[in-house]
Nanobody, 123 residues
């Protein structure tokens, strides 16, 4: 069982940076792949980034590649999403998710979800 709590969202201007954090409970956190997804108003939840359980492999949506970086600290049970050069189209609720084994871009393959944190980017 893993419980996830996101933080770090807010209102920023285009071009600014934000770092989202996801605190995970559970002694087996280091065995889970972690993902970040986002959902804009009226749209489906979409993949943003994922990282495998060791942190050795990362995956990104094309829309954020080169601007966002996912990382994890297994000793402290944290996952991060560093977001640079933010754009208005990055506005969404961002969710942290966990699944056993390898990272995935498919939200249906994740077993545990946080409550989300709002990111709003103004132009």
């Amino acid at each position: 069982q893993v419980q996830l709590v996101e933080s770090g969202g807010g209102l920023v201007q285009a071009g600014d940076s934000l770092r989202l954090s996801c605190a995970a409970s559970g002694r087996t956190f280091s065995t889970y792949a972690m993902g970040w997804f986002r959902q804009a108003p009226g749209k489906e939840r979409v993949f943003v980034a994922a990282i495998n359980w060791t942190g050795g492999s990362t995956y990104y949506a094309d829309s954020v590649k080169g601007r966002f970086t996912i990382s994890r600290d297994n000793a402290k049970n944290w996952v991060y999403l560093q977001m640079n050069s933010l754009k208005p189209e990055d506005t969404a609720v961002y969710y942290c998710a966990a699944r056993r084994s390898l990272g995935s871009t498919d939200s249906a393959e994740y077993n545990y979800w946080g409550q989300g944190t709002q990111v709003t980017v103004s132009s």
